[in-house]
């Protein structure tokens, strides 16, 4: 992971909702009634995990099966340079996982959450994220599959509020 900066919070999900407010769109990145799924890893996957109970590694081996699957789906010409997505991401260890775990019931189960968008001065695509108040950019290509402790499931289209334009 790459630090560029330092955030007034440790929350991922605050630095996402920060991001699109700014931008005219948002909501809750806790709630996924604001946004609407484009790439979901989660697709076709069957029935996710029971909620009951503490299986973390069960849990954990489903996002990692949801980033291999978006891997399959994924093509980087999908996503408009334009335009800015989030990022729905397991990440192994994190704080929030048994929160997702009990609570999460919409088509993304991931425990990490991040802006994807067009780094025009690297010419790439980059996931900017928070990690415990520590702004983080990472390559996209870096983040697709499950080849680490953090990897992305879905992306989605943040839908208009604060009186923004798409």
């Known amino acids: 992971m790459h630090n560029i900066g330092k955030l007034p919070y440790r929350e991922c999900a605050q630095f996402v909702n920060d991001y699109f407010k700014m931008k005219g769109k948002g909501g809750s990145a806790w709630s996924h009634n604001y946004v609407t799924p484009y790439i979901n890893g989660y697709e076709g996957m ?77 010419n790439q695509w980059v996931v900017r994220h928070n990690y415990h108040g520590n702004l983080m950019e990472d390559p996209l290509e870096d983040l697709i599959g499950s080849k680490y402790n953090l990897g992305i499931t879905s992306i989605s289209i943040p839908k208009k509020k604060f009186g923004g334009k798409i």
């Open 46 to 122: 069957g029935e996710r995990p029971s909620r009951v109970g503490n299986d973390y590694a069960r849990h954990m081996s489903y996002n990692m099966d949801a980033a291999d699957n978006f891997k399959s789906k994924f093509n980087v010409n999908m996503l408009d340079p334009n335009k800015s997505y989030v990022a729905n991401m397991y990440f192994n260890g994190s704080p929030w996982d048994y929160r997702t775990r009990m609570e999460g019931n919409s088509f993304a189960q991931g425990s990490h959450t991040g802006v994807v968008l067009f780094n025009k001065d690297k």
